[in-house]
């Protein structure tokens, strides 16, 4: 790889490159360096303040690019002997400044360029900081027994004389080893004993116990935050000592404890869950911990004294938006609604209640207290994933918030630039990022803040819902139903008593009863706010048949009331997916344990779980059922995503590309692996055409597909079989469904051709017997699996023959006249057909297709990156190549059209593009396409009205062309 490509892979290209220029004109030689130059372009990209640092220091960038430091990781011992060679050269406040920046820089660079994850970064960082801290504190003793003498003191328990020691107490994000990069550290300091003094030396300087240690803190605390050119080494936050700012600086270990159990408050007991020895002598530090035990983790510990800390939680909030107001407060990830704050609140409480009786949950990591409650039953499975997830993301989100200029802050940019830059620090890709990570923000602060006021907010008397009639008695029940709207209130009513009371002479738990009568009425509420209200309670009812274990379901409805808002939307939004989660109930533990329905789609975790699938799977149907269960699981979240509102259309298609892609790959790597040894010099590669070569995958596409190959009669053989295989995979029907219906009449001489096509063939084919149709057909094709090198080659060939100048007067009647027969096989009479009706979709797309090999060559085409027929679109406009109002035409109708194919083919599960007539389901699709203030009636005459006009702006479009 070039620098410039390594630059192109980072989140901000520009200022990669700009890093680039400047480290080249220091180390020539990192230009060839790949390893190391992939590290520092991301280091470049993602800090402005680490990067002028870094590259203002030429003996500091030779320490970071020597072997090895930044390729791996590095531990206390590595870190240890760093601090003890600078402080052989340097002063200790000096030696502090450098060791802090050369690791912080290196871990940074390997953060944000992934060759380290979040809990190794801030491991080593609060390393760092342990190291600076026993740094700071060794050096100010030493100076202070230059001036006072060793410290002594005689034990209570003992008679001999002993000397004094002093260490520091880790509290916060250092105690539990997760610093975030910019944090203050929270840190207590205790000595042995005041019972004593110092013997001077040379006569001069006694001092008691007491002041020679405050001396120590005090000079410990000057050496890590006092500003210097270099900066500080850390902000130093001792408010969590005893009596706060009013208390000493330091205490002995006698008055710490005396304080803790006489005064010590709820809050306090919190703050001390973290506590641990970052630095100074560790005997201090464990004796004061051991003493401090029963006061944190007492053996009986009730509801209200968590209540007192949600309440100073409260105060939180209120003073966050009194200072900062109400869109700052919101802007901020770590104190706001929804945040870090509250995730580690709610660990510790746990922590608080049940510590003195589960050992385990003494521990002082924020995941760890998650992971151990869950195990314990003491968090639901999906409050555990959702705080678990929540904090992870925060924390990287935080971090990378703060390496950018290294100020402390918690508060999301406002800046588009800074937030697309963020987004693609955060693994996202494609367009519209700044909303996307601003919507994916938006989502964890709810599911959040709706857990924590869970466990601490106080319902108010009289707000729980409450079914009207008794459940048991239908014909109260039916006339309930019929009075808010139910078509079908008889059906809805018989399904409620089933969800409540089961079958005849089945014999639900008082406790599922119970749960049912909490959540039944939120049910029915979220049942009429959708078009098929009677159709969610009845599915409802079925579901529950098949899944059984109705105490496990009806625990989670009750306790994680989102889950009920999702199956309310599919139940009322798409029977066929609707059908496949009553026949496979598991997919809904699926989409519940990884909690996708408010994630983006995301390349890399797409890829994880194709390859967890084939993994998991023993023989290769296993393997791809459990491709295809991915699948459906995937399919049915991206349609969550835009029935709940979550996903906008371009989000939707390049989800659903980018799941027919990785599969197709990765059917493709399944099928060379049954296939054996390929021959020697054989090459082959996958090219896709139609929706998924343009990006533009919708529910219920197939996929369009041509395989080349190189390597003489054996290369046929073995591409073919592959090939072969890849149809028969793809098609195998499992418990879950097939794959994709892979379509090769593209081919060259299509289904009379042969399967897969030589190099030589396809480029003597292209250039003699290549038809007009067919470079319509394929732009936008282009390689998904296969070999790169070759691949390359046969899209060169490909490119050349469609992008071969504008079509003669000729070749553009022959596309007309294909595309009116197109419409006249395909549309039956007295029907509305939006994709291959005149005036649909397919007269848009041709337009499209057709400017564009007008204007483009082999040489000038770039891919997109994104859907093709919105790009174009878009290009239209700005290049003018037709009036902008004609393109903005185009484009609004276009767009309609989308919306409507995707509500009907998410609704019925296959490929349709038909209008219903007037009935329920037209009043569904209706209301998911969301024109406003259009009703069904004049909803059909609107698209009759959308096709006339498109069908008009395609008619000049081509008579321009066949004259």
């Known amino acids: 790889m070039t620098p410039e490509e390594i630059a192109s892979r980072t989140a901000d290209e520009n200022a990669a490159l700009q890093g680039q220029e400047r480290l080249f004109e220091i180390f020539p030689s990192l230009e060839t360096d790949k390893k190391v130059l992939t590290l520092l372009s991301h280091l470049f ?111 209570f328990d003992k008679t001999e004389p002993e000397t004094a020691k002093i260490c520091a107490i880790a509290m916060g994000k250092l105690g539990g080893g997760e610093l975030n990069i910019s944090s203050d550290i929270d840190i207590i300091f ?276 409450v079914f009207p009639v008794p459940v048991d008695d239908e014909d109260a029940t039916v006339a309930w139903l019929d009075s808010l709207g139910f078509d079908r209130p008889k059906d809805s009513a018989r399904a409620l008593n089933f969800l409540r009371n089961g079958r005849p002479f089945s014999h639900p738990s008082e406790r599922s009863r119970t749960a049912f009568d909490r959540f039944g009425p939120a049910m029915v509420k979220l049942a009429m706010e959708t078009s098929w209200p009677d159709n969610v309670i009845v599915r409802l009812a079925e579901f529950v048949e098949s899944k059984g274990g109705r105490g496990m379901l009806y625990s989670l409805l009750d306790t994680h009331r989102p889950v009920l808002s999702l199956l309310s939307s599919i139940f009322s939004s798409s029977d066929h997916q609707t059908l496949r989660l009553i026949t496979h109930p598991d997919i809904l533990d699926r989409l519940l344990i990884s909690d996708p329905v408010g994630m983006p789609p995301s390349r890399i975790q797409c890829k994880r779980e194709l390859v967890s699938a084939v993994k998991s799977g023993k023989t290769v149907d296993e393997q791809v059922a459990g491709m295809n269960f991915f699948r459906v699981t995937e399919t049915m979240r991206l349609s969550l995503r835009s029935i709940l509102g ?29 296939v054996g040894k390929r021959p020697d010099g054989t090459s ?83 250039k003699t017997r290549g038809q007009a149709w067919e470079r319509i057909a394929l732009v936008g094709a282009r390689q998904v699996a296969g070999d790169e090198t070759f691949g390359d080659k046969v899209m060169q060939v490909l490119r050349s023959f469609i992008f071969a100048g504008p079509f003669s007067a000729t070749s553009a009647k022959k596309l007309a006249y294909i ?29 499209c297709q057709w400017l564009k090999i007008e204007k483009e060559t082999a040489d000038s085409f770039q891919d997109s990156n994104g859907s093709f027929t919105f790009s174009v679109l878009s290009e239209i406009k700005e290049q003018e190549w037709l009036p902008l109002e004609t393109a903005s035409e185009l484009e609004k109708n276009y767009r309609l059209y989308r919306a409507i194919e995707e509500a009907l083919r998410m609704d019925r599960g296959k490929s349709v593009s038909v209008i219903p007539k007037p009935s329920l389901e037209l009043k569904r699709m209706v209301r998911k396409v969301g024109e406003k203030g259009v009703g069904p009636d004049r909803f059909i005459q609107l698209v009759k009205e959308t096709m006339k006009l498109t069908r008009a702006i395609y008619r000049d479009f081509t008579f321009l062309r066949v004259r």
């Open 45 to 155: 990209a993602g800090s402005e303040f680490l990067t002028n640092w870094l590259l203002n220091r030429e003996v500091d960038l030779e320490w970071i690019v020597s072997d090895g430091v930044l390729q791996n990781s590095r531990n206390r011992a590595k870190m240890v002997a760093h601090m003890d060679s600078l402080l052989q050269k340097l002063s200790p406040i000096s030696a502090l400044r450098i060791f802090k920046n050369r690791e912080l820089c290196r871990i940074a660079a390997r953060e944000l360029s992934g060759a380290a994850d979040f809990a190794e970064a801030v491991l080593e960082w609060s390393c760092v900081a342990d190291i600076a801290i026993d740094t700071a504190i060794k050096a100010a003793e030493s100076e202070a027994l230059k001036k006072h003498g060793v410290p002594i003191y005689v034990p």
């Open 684 to 766: 082959f590669a996958v090219i896709v055409a139609g929706k998924l070569g343009k990006r533009e995958m919708s529910f219920s596409s197939d996929v369009d597909m041509l395989v080349f190959y190189e390597g003489g009669e054996q290369g046929r053989a073995y591409v073919t079989r592959v090939t072969q295989k890849i149809l028969k995979l793809s098609s195998m029907q499992t418990s879950y469904g097939i794959g994709y219906d892979i379509d090769l009449r593209l081919r060259p001489d299509g289904e009379k051709g042969l399967l897969v096509s030589s190099l030589k063939l396809m480029t003597d084919y292209y």
């Open 646 to 674: 979550l996903a906008q259309m371009a989000e939707t298609m390049e989800g659903l590309t980018i799941l027919s892609e990785e599969y197709i790959k990765k059917i493709t790597d399944i099928a060379c692996d049954e």
């Open 190 to 465: 205790v000595h042995s004993s005041d019972q004593g003094s110092t013997p001077g030396v040379a006569g001069k300087g006694v001092v008691t116990l007491h002041e020679f240690f405050v001396g120590v803190a005090r000079e410990a605390v000057r050496l890590l935050s006092e500003m210097t050119e270099d900066g500080n080494m850390f902000r130093v936050d001792l408010d969590l000592r005893p009596e706060g700012t009013r208390g000493e600086v330091t205490n002995s270990i006698g008055a710490v404890e005396i304080y803790y159990e006489s005064w010590g408050q709820n809050w306090e007991r919190q703050a001390l869950i973290k506590a641990r020895h970052c630095g100074g002598n560790k005997n201090v530090a464990d004796e004061t911990l051991e003493r401090l035990r029963p006061f944190v983790y007492r053996k009986y510990i009730d509801q209200k004294a968590v209540d007192e800390i949600a309440l100073m939680k409260g105060k939180i909030d209120s003073s966050l938006i009194a200072k900062k107001g109400v869109k700052r407060a919101g802007r901020d990830i770590k104190l706001g609604e929804g945040g870090i704050r509250e995730i580690e609140f709610l660990a510790q409480s746990l922590q608080l209640l049940y510590g003195a009786r589960y050992p385990e949950l003494k521990t002082r990591s924020t995941l760890e207290a998650l992971d151990v409650s869950y195990s314990l039953g003491i968090l639901s499975e999906p409050h555990y994933i959702d705080l678990s997830e929540a904090y992870i993301f925060y924390r990287r989100l935080e971090n990378r918030i703060q390496y950018y200029q290294g100020a402390q802050t918690h508060l999301v940019p406002t800046d588009d630039t800074r937030l697309v830059v963020l987004a693609r620090q955060m693994g996202m890709e494609g367009e519209g990022l700044s909303e996307r990570l601003a919507t994916e923000i938006s989502r964890r602060r709810k599911r959040v803040r709706g857990i924590f006021n869970s466990y601490f907010a106080k319902a108010n008397e009289g707000e729980s819902d």
């Open 819 to 847: 595309r009116e027969r197109v419409a006249d096989e395909k549309v039956k009479v007295g029907t509305t057909d939006i994709k291959f009706g005149r005036g649909g979709m397919m007269d848009i797309e041709f337009i």
